[in-house]
């Protein structure tokens, strides 16, 4: 995959900061987007991944599992 099929990078995490002028140097090109005090990614990220995996089980649930009427 080159880079030039992707046009955005997003930078997240407690060290983001660190790492903005090699990106940008790296992708001279691209869109370098930092994210809203990046630390706390994750932090607001993981709740939102256990949301939607907790409702996608529960709409895909196996046979034995739902409940009986």
Do not use: C, D
């Not at 990106?23 to 709740?47: D, L, S």
């Amino acid at each position: 995959m080159s880079t030039l099929e992707h046009w955005h990078v997003v930078l997240v995490g407690g060290g983001a900061f660190l790492y903005r002028k090699a990106v940008r140097e790296a992708f001279p090109w691209h869109r370098i987007q930092e994210v809203r005090e990046p630390v706390f990614a994750n932090v607001r990220g993981f709740p939102l991944a256990g949301m939607n995996f907790v409702l996608q089980a529960a709409r895909i649930r196996p046979r034995r599992w739902r409940r009986q009427h």
